[in-house]
């Protein structure tokens, strides 16, 4: 075991949002944060209910509130400690909101972090968060996509990243192999700025043969 994920053991943990030391998210806490909840759409942020956006009209995804809410810190935190409470949180919280997917096999898959990011941290967060979801909901989870080596994406327009993104993903082969067995294939990320990589991801999945894609998200950007 390496030091760092020993110490985290040794040290207490506190709430990322009250403090309170025990838990990365105190019950109190995960109470609050599903009072406050304003699921909205990827793309264009409106407000959302279910899979269809009244605002743009997008029917296949779903944020499940913004980055400055509670559930933003949330997935902050995750990203920061990776530690598998908070995962369970988020996948708890979401598993709740999701709107229903009416198809028979069901099978969700993480978009990819970086290698490096996946080494620095011991773990993907948004891999662990798409795990949990997967047995709370009854899906498959698989991971379908992988991250083309030496990519980076760092642009702040919605532009440069879609062209940064298409350059940064692709369908794995074990995942090109397997989209026949889903009716349906969900992509989850912790966090969304633009929906680039997401539409990025979906488009790929497609392109490789699946028919039904949805994306969700925790927290979008305002
Ligand atoms: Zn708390
Ligand atoms: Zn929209």
Redesign the pocket.
């Given at each position: 075991m390496k030091i760092s994920s020993l110490l985290n053991l040794l040290l207490p943990l506190y709430c990322a949002r009250c403090g309170r030391v025990g838990r990365a998210m105190c019950e109190n806490c995960i109470q609050e944060l599903e009072k406050d909840l304003e699921n909205c759409?990827i793309?264009?942020?409106?407000y959302?209910k279910g899979w269809l956006?009244s605002?743009?009209?997008?029917k296949d995804s779903f944020a499940f509130g913004f980055y400055d809410q509670p559930i933003g810190l949330l997935a902050t935190s995750l990203k920061q400690n990776s530690a598998r409470h908070l995962a369970l949180v988020v996948a708890r919280l979401l598993a709740d909101t999701i709107p229903e997917v009416r198809a028979e096999r069901v099978v969700i898959t993480p978009v990819p972090t970086l290698a490096k990011h996946r080494k620095e941290r011991g773990v993907a967060h948004a891999e662990m968060v798409a795990r949990e979801l997967a047995k709370l909901k009854g899906w498959s989870y698989s991971p379908l996509l992988r991250r083309k080596s030496g990519s980076v994406q760092t642009g702040e327009e919605r532009k440069v990243r879609i062209q940064q993104a298409k350059m940064a993903y692709e369908v794995s082969d074990k995942g090109a192999g397997k989209l026949a067995d889903f009716d349906a294939v969900i992509i989850y990320d912790d966090i969304t700025t633009t929906g680039a990589t997401l539409a990025e991801c979906a488009r790929l999945l497609k392109a490789a043969g699946a028919k039904d894609v949805r994306k969700i998200v925790a927290a979008r950007t305002r």
């Open positions: 759409c793309i264009c942020g409106n959302q956006c605002g743009c009209g997008t």
